[in-house]
């Protein structure tokens, strides 16, 4: 392969994303797992794509390219959606609103989040046949892209309104974080008392997360919608004139390509794989994370290194709880000076006998 990092980037970060799938999917937190679902969905397509395209423009499989690159416009509207549901949700946590979490409104949360975060992306994918001048291009070694027709329909279809939602997702953001700075003695206790099974740090980690993917998704929106408008943009004149070649596609050889478009392209590329190690550093290295890292180490020691976990737990954990347990039956509180001598000559033997055990 010509590139071999572009596959093999792409599919490490959906590897990645998925590792925080299990905490985030009992949470229901809707949000959050659009992020991991599009974010993955578009990174294996991104990988495959690194694969077949590779030094090649050839066009082995137009349905694949039709589908695909409907997902990617999606995705690019859905990941801001995404985000803004997130803080939309942090910001009314925070809030001296009054905030129930019944099992009703819960109910209610995932079926709005829901159609924010697959309907509306859903929509706009419908609405891009509108811009669509043809079928799509195929850039080698990057495969299918889709196909705009720049215009002022297009710009408004296309790029407006991720950077609309990403605007609403900073206000939400930042309502967020005034309402935090306003009662943060009390933080904690304001959680407990909306019934909401975040902590502070979730709270702030899930607020810092949304932020950065949406900082770094807009700023990049921003210079694609930059690159272009300053190409220079075409009157959408009639339905008619704009889908006349509609079965058209466009293959773009990196040899045709100038090398500030080819740079540009790389840039493009890799915001999505950047995007899942981006959420996988906030996720992956948090305290549900490494409980869910003991699950698998333990899992694999039972059944694959048919390993005693018992034997395991009997020199980490069991014998100061036994020791604790016998001093408390010798002693009773307050303890006296005889009894704490006795208690120091019993923690010696103790280390004699078991030294690795302290």
Not at 27 to 46: D, K, P, Q
Not at 65 to 72: F, G, H, Q
Not at 269 to 291: C, D, H, N, T, V
Request: a positive charge.
């Amino acid at each position: 392969m010509q590139y071999p990092s572009l596959a093999v980037g792409a599919f490490l970060a959906a590897a990645l994303v998925l590792v925080p799938l299990p905490w985030h999917w009992r949470a229901r937190n809707i949000g959050t797992l659009s992020i991991i679902a599009w974010l993955f969905v578009v990174n294996i397509i991104y990988g495959i794509n690194a694969i077949v395209w590779d030094t090649n423009v050839n066009n082995p499989a137009p349905v694949w390219c039709d589908i695909t690159t409907k997902l990617i416009i999606g995705a690019n509207t859905a990941l801001p959606l995404a985000t803004m549901c997130v803080c939309k949700h942090l910001e009314l946590l925070s809030s001296k609103r009054q905030v129930r979490f019944d099992h009703v409104d819960k109910q209610r949360r995932i079926i709005f989040d829901a159609a924010i975060c697959f309907g509306i992306p859903l929509i706009f994918m419908a609405l891009h046949y509108i811009v669509q001048g043809h079928r799509y291009d195929i850039v080698e070694n990057f495969g299918c892209q889709p196909a705009t027709y720049f215009s002022i329909e297009g710009i408004i279809i296309v790029w407006l309104p991720p950077l609309v939602f990403a605007t609403a997702t900073l206000i939400y953001a930042a309502l967020a974080l005034y309402h935090f700075l306003c009662r943060r003695m009390n933080f904690a206790a304001h959680l407990q008392n909306a019934n909401s099974a975040l902590t502070t740090h979730r709270y702030l980690r899930l607020m810092a997360m949304a932020v950065t993917e949406i900082v770094w998704g807009t700023t990049l929106t921003a210079f694609n919608l930059y690159n272009n408008v300053n190409s220079g943009l075409r009157p959408w004149t009639s339905w008619q004139d704009v889908h006349s070649d509609w079965l058209r596609v466009d293959l773009f050889a990196f040899i045709e390509l100038s090398p500030s478009f080819i740079k540009s392209m790389f840039l493009l590329w890799w915001a999505m794989p950047a995007s899942a190690y981006i959420f996988f550093l906030f996720f992956g290295f948090s305290q549900e994370a490494r409980k869910e890292y003991g699950k698998i180490i333990k899992a694999f020691q039972k059944h694959v290194l048919r390993q005693s976990i018992k034997d395991v737990s009997f020199h980490g954990s069991d014998l100061p709880s036994a020791r604790q347990t016998s001093w408390s039956k010798n002693c009773t509180y307050p303890l006296g000076a005889s009894c704490w001598r006795r208690e120091v000559i019993q923690r010696e033997l103790s280390v004699t006998r078991y030294p690795n055990s302290v």
